[in-house]
């Protein structure tokens, strides 16, 4: 009689309905100890296979791209005060009244409704605002993955498509030559959010994602099927570099799990990018990205990150002091991040 009543574990749903997920997750094996996952990863990675296999992948943008980048914050958070100040009185009363009045988005609870589509009209509002090249009419969020249907001047909005518009603009400095930057690895992209503009905004860049499942299979069938006609270096185990060189050259987006970027030949990325996941590591985890993003990059390396926090579990208190920057790395520029005031940002060469 238990065994009727048991119910089945997630992660085994998942797994089972999303068979690609069971070899990324095999891959693990061939995983450095000081590269697998945090007790915090292990505990998020639970949560993320119990929303896929409760909601599926087709509703990801609104169940696992909250565990991501993706904010959920009440009224008065330090993020919507600025951005208040920033549209006035006049607009923030009325993106607070329309975010009052919109039906509840389904998989969020209705205050969540109101409290993500506040923010994402006031974040909208103040990209709009410095938009100084027009980028927001460049580019569009996509349907794929089934995001919250927050509307402006006719057209569907995100967070996440505004936070990476401003990361581009970050990561894109003045004192950067794009000319440089063909290659671009991201560690830790989640399913892909930065790339997707990247990808759309610098359409000859090809784009590396490095993350472990099950982010690095949602990223994989995003882009995917967002960039149809991209050649796709889909993620594989293999043990040697030259056995796979010839196709990996060839495409314009590639899946990797962390420890396969130890393949990957010296100085063979112009740039690589870091976005809210260093921090959730211990720093025996960071080190090694450190000495690899050394070996890998050529030219550039941007990073964002919280300015103080302990890792979940870990008992880990991880300052922006700690990072263990090369001495003969240069420093283009360190800022505090434009919207979330607890956030930096630093920018170098290499």
């Known amino acids: 009689m238990d065994a009727l009543n048991t119910k089945p574990d997630p992660a085994e749903t998942a797994l089972q309905q999303y068979p690609e997920l069971q070899e990324m997750f095999d891959e693990f094996s061939n995983y450095r100890q000081e590269i697998l996952p945090s007790k915090y990863w292990e505990e998020l990675n639970r949560k993320n296979l119990r929303q896929l296999a409760e909601s599926g992948y087709e509703n990801f943008k609104r169940t696992l791209a909250r565990n991501y980048f993706t904010w959920i914050v009440r009224p008065l958070n330090q993020q919507n005060r600025f951005l208040m100040r920033e549209a006035g009185v006049w607009q923030s009363c009325k993106i607070i009244a329309g975010a009052i009045g919109a039906p509840r988005h389904k998989h969020l609870k209705r205050k969540h409704t109101i409290f993500y589509n506040m923010l994402t009209n006031l974040l909208w509002a103040y990209v709009e605002k410095n938009d100084s090249e027009g980028l927001l009419k460049r580019i569009e969020e996509p349907l794929e993955g089934n995001p919250p249907r927050v509307m402006r001047d006719g057209r569907l909005i995100s967070q996440d498509l505004a936070n990476s518009l401003m990361e581009y603009d970050a990561i894109l400095h003045p004192q950067l030559d794009r000319r ?50 991209r050649k796709i270096f889909p993620f594989r185990s293999f043990d040697d570099f030259a056995d796979v060189r010839q196709e990996f050259e060839a495409a314009d987006i590639i899946f990797l799990t962390p420890n396969q970027i130890e393949r990957l030949p010296n100085k063979s990325v112009d740039l690589c990018i870091n976005i809210s996941s260093l921090h959730e590591m ?7 990205y450190f000495s690899e993003i050394d070996r890998l990059t050529r030219h550039y390396f941007y990073f964002k990150q919280w300015k103080d926090t302990t890792v979940p579990f870990e ?16 420093l283009v520029y360190r800022q505090q991040c434009a919207v979330q005031h607890k956030f930096f940002e630093a920018l170098y060469a290499l």
Request: with cysteine.
């Open 180 to 229: 440089d930057v063909r290659t671009i690895l991201e560690l830790g992209p989640g399913y892909g959010r930065t790339a997707y503009v990247f990808l759309n905004l610098q359409p000859g860049c090809r784009y590396i994602l490095v993350d472990i499942p099950p982010a690095l299979y949602v990223a994989q069938r995003y882009l995917t099927a967002v960039f149809p006609d």
């Open 315 to 330: 008992d880990e208190t991880i300052r922006e002091a700690d990072y263990p920057i090369p001495e003969d790395w240069k």
């Open 282 to 288: 211990r720093m025996d985890q960071i080190r090694y």
